[in-house]
């Protein structure tokens, strides 16, 4: 099964893009994209990011565009980096672009090129761990300021650069201390912008909430007994029935995805991470014995719309009831409401100015958006939207495979150049948002 998906992926990539793809840029394109190299060449991979080598790389960048930066440590040795376009009407709530420094490890022995070179093939595809998730942006955004500074362009809200470190690992250490903070505060953060995932058709994805990050964590006890002994009330038979109830519900909520009726990050997902039960003995486990207490582990992940309530009695009456001798632990791994209490979700219709203006923006670069989407998974962007700020997750890559933490990354340079005019275009329309409309 992985031979064949690296086959099947090896024989997927010697096609894209279809031969004949030509690529003819001007010098100060070329430098974009070898300036998105050096980035992809810091090994900002964990378990152990070079944060001080991108800090120096991003600092230095910022300023030759001359725009205003500085490393925050909040954490030591995990610089947040804090890049600002002073606009003519600085009492106006700003706009925040965010990306994240960090990427999770590679494989270099399943990759066709090694996963911090950046090598650039003939076609143009250029190959990193970073390259989608979410290096790239962060150049963009950087680019499309610098071209905008060039073009005499005056933004009316100031505009803020965020280079976090560790969203992959949970942003604890960076976004979330990042939004506490005084330093935050004193943005007045009045919309963000944060990674996306690429899209494979030509429409670019939009993402205006991601799924709340859980553990569910169930610990059955019961009778021992002789491995032989049918009897009731051990705590493996308990724990089976909590499974059983739990892959029935799991199942009610997969069909919704296979029928079409729902996204996946639409529906709420729990999947077993782990189960640990038996008596061990020198050669495994001890086989003729019922053991006293067995545990299983969720991940569970709620759209923002999920009533809690509802959920919890779900979970005390049918999977995980105090009569059957079982306890369990339901440990929030991110934030579900926002600071007045409300779900987490970024309105995408007309009564939110930003996202009219951004949507125009995106058309008007010649861009086109698909259906606005929640993420299946988590970004920094809840952290901005639990403060009440609206936030989207946007990543200008069309017609481009998603590859985020996979094997063989790679963006086109053509996409990444065209990012940056749908960045400027984007920039420009939000920055000059009038007062009165947000
Ligand atoms: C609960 O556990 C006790 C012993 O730990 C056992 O005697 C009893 O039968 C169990 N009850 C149920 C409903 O599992
Ligand atoms: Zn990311």
Known sequence: ?????????????????????????????????????????IRTAHPDPDYAAAADFLLEEARSIGLHALAIEFVPGKPLLLISWPGSDPSLPSLLLNSHIDSVPAEPSRWLHPPFAAIRDAAGRIFARGAQDDKSI????????????????????????????DEE??????????????????LNVGFVLDEGQASPTDEFRVFYADRSPWSLIVRAVGAP???????????????????????????SQFDQVKSGSKAASEVI????????????????FVMNMQPSEAEVGFDVRLPPTTDLSVLKRRIDEEWAPNIKNMTYQLIL??????????????????????????????????????????????????FMRQMGIP????????NTPILLHDHNEFLMDSVFLKGIKVYEHVISALSSLPETSA
């Open 1 to 41: 099964m992985p031979c064949f998906f690296v086959y099947s992926l090896l024989v997927f990539l010697s096609f894209y893009p279809p031969p004949g793809a030509t690529s003819s840029f001007t010098p100060q394109q070329e430098e974009q994209i070898e300036r998105l190299q050096r980035y992809l060449r």
């Open 138 to 165: 962060a150049v963009q955004y950087l680019e499309a300021l610098r071209n905008l500074k060039a073009a005499g362009f005056v933004p009316a809200r100031s505009v803020h650069i965020s280079l976090v470190p």
């Open 269 to 284: 997902s729990v999947n077993p991470v782990y189960m640990k039960a038996g008596t061990p003995s020198p050669t495994g």
């Open 225 to 251: 007994g002789h491995g032989s002994r049918m009897f009731d009330g051990g705590a493996m038979e308990n724990l089976m029935d909590c499974v059983q109830a739990i892959a029935r519900f799991r199942e």
């Open 391 to 398: 936030s989207l997750g946007f990543s200008p890559m069309a």
């Open 333 to 382: 791994k991110g934030p579900i409401r926002d600071n007045k209490g409300r779900p987490l979700v970024t309105p995408t219709d007309e009564s939110n100015p930003w996202w009219s203006a951004f949507k125009q923006a995106v058309l008007a670069s010649g861009g086109k958006l698909a259906k606005p989407e929640i993420l299946s998974s988590t970004t920094d962007a809840r």
């Open 169 to 186: 690992i949970g942003g604890a250490d960076g976004a979330a201390r990042f939004v506490a903070s005084e330093q935050f505060r004193a």
